[in-house]
Structures are given as structure tokens and as C-alpha cells.
T-cell receptor, first 114, second 112 residues
Framework: SQTIHQWPATLVQPVGSPLSLECTVEGTSNPNLYWYRQAAGRGLQLLFYSVGIGQISSEVPQNLSASRPQDRQFILSSKKLLLSDSGFYLC?????????????FGSGTRLTVV | GNSVTQMEGPVTLSEEAFLTINCTYTATGYPSLFWYVQYPGEGLQLLLKATKADDKGSNKGFEATYRKETTSFHLEKGSVQVSDSAVYFCALAPNTGNQFYFGTGTSLTVIP
């Protein structure tokens, strides 16, 4: 069966520090991969999605970047964190034809920038 | 374009009350529709889905019917429990492309 792993679960980082969040999927090939952010008390904001290695689409211009160095690995990064980067970050995957099957989400990373 | 409009929260109900969370959508073509649930401190879990008009998705006592004529996918449960307290997201997946569209989420609190 397919599983998605996301880490770390929680992170407290000072303003101006770098960030690296990792997401891996097991049990499938060629998944679509997604990074979402959920600010406190708000809905989901799509940050990036990827349909293949090295292919990244950015939905919102911001202080973050994403990379997909391997088929089942998706990394969210920042060179210098801002206070506004605080939030709950969720990774998700779907089969290539995800419209029918839906997303499967990771358990999330709660990032607090201080 | 594609979008999802979801009932504003928060919603507070007593245990065993009837629940309805409204969701309407705008889409080109024939999308698939989903409800996700997020328990406190956790990621989102797929609750139910429907992939064509008049389909009814159901799970854990929750139901939603894909109504093309009213472009709606309202979530219902006949008798809520305290353990149903969570945030519920309605979502749409177009039949082409790779992106989902989520509603803003509705927070539900069930009190004993």
C-alpha cells in the first residue's frame, strides 16, 4: 500500500534562518506531489506542485521554493524565513490521474517562526 | 474557472444533532467532488467522494450527494458525536489537470 511520510512534525525556527521540509511517498511511482500551507484559522493554500522529477509549478510567489530530486521525494525550502512563513505545512500526493482518486495527505509540519 | 464555496463556520452542535455543511462549486466539465476531514493537529483525511452526478458518497455515517443541477455537494450526518469535532473541507478535482480546489473549511464542535 502507499504511504506518505512528512517530517519534522514540529519546528521552531528564528527569523532569517533556512528551512528544509521533506516529504516522501512509498508504494507508488510517478505521483503528483503537492505542498500546501494552512495559516492559523484559515484554509489551504497551494504553494507548489510537481508532476515529475525536476518539474515544479509555483502557485504563489513568496519566500519559499520546492524541489523534487527523486521521483518520490518533495522538498520545501527557504533561504531566510519570515514571521509570515509560520503555519501548518502539508504534503500530499495523488496518482497521475488524481482527479478521480483524490489526494492523500501527510501528517503535516507545524512551523513557528520566532 | 473552478472554485468551491463552503459554509462559513464555526458550527457548534449538541451530541446527536443533525449536521449539514453546505458546499457549492463552479467548474468546467464534470469534476469529482470530495470531503476531507482534519482532526486537531493532524493532516487531512479523505472522508468521502463522488465522481459523477447523482453519486452519493458515504463513510462513518456521513453522506453527500453530487447534485449537478444545483452544483452542490452538501455534507450531512444524522447524529453527530463528540469525536466528529474537526474541520471539514469540501474539494473539487476537475476532470483535466492536476490541481484540486479546496473550500475554506468549516470548523465543527460537538458538545456533550
Amino acid at each position: 500500500s502507499q504511504t506518505i511520510h512528512q517530517w519534522p512534525a514540529t519546528l521552531v525556527q528564528p527569523v532569517g534562518s533556512p528551512l528544509s521540509l521533506e516529504c516522501t511517498v512509498e508504494g507508488t511511482s510517478n505521483p503528483n506531489l503537492y505542498w500546501y500551507r494552512q495559516a492559523a484559522g484559515r484554509g489551504l493554500q497551494l504553494l507548489f506542485y510537481s508532476v515529475g522529477i525536476g518539474q515544479i509549478s509555483s502557485e504563489v510567489p513568496q519566500n519559499l521554493s520546492a524541489s523534487r530530486p527523486q521521483d518520490r521525494q518533495f522538498i520545501l525550502s527557504s533561504k531566510k524565513l519570515l514571521l509570515s512563513d509560520s503555519g501548518f505545512y502539508l504534503c500530499a500526493w495523488s496518482p497521475l490521474t488524481g482527479g478521480f482518486y483524490g489526494y492523500t495527505f501527510g501528517s503535516g509540519t507545524r512551523l513557528t517562526v520566532v | 474557472g473552478n472554485s468551491v464555496t463552503q459554509m462559513e463556520g464555526p458550527v457548534t452542535l449538541s451530541e446527536e444533532a443533525f449536521l449539514t455543511i453546505n458546499c457549492t462549486y463552479t467548474a468546467t466539465g464534470y469534476p469529482s467532488l470530495f470531503w476531507y476531514v482534519q482532526y486537531p493537529g493532524e493532516g487531512l483525511q479523505l472522508l468521502l467522494k463522488a465522481t459523477k452526478a447523482d453519486d452519493k458518497g458515504s463513510n462513518k455515517g456521513f453522506e453527500a450527494t453530487y447534485r449537478k443541477e444545483t452544483t452542490s455537494f452538501h455534507l450531512e450526518k444524522g447524529s453527530v458525536q463528540v469525536s466528529d469535532s474537526a474541520v471539514y473541507f469540501c474539494a473539487l478535482a476537475p476532470n483535466t489537470g492536476n490541481q484540486f480546489y479546496f473550500g475554506t473549511g468549516t470548523s465543527l464542535t460537538v458538545i456533550p
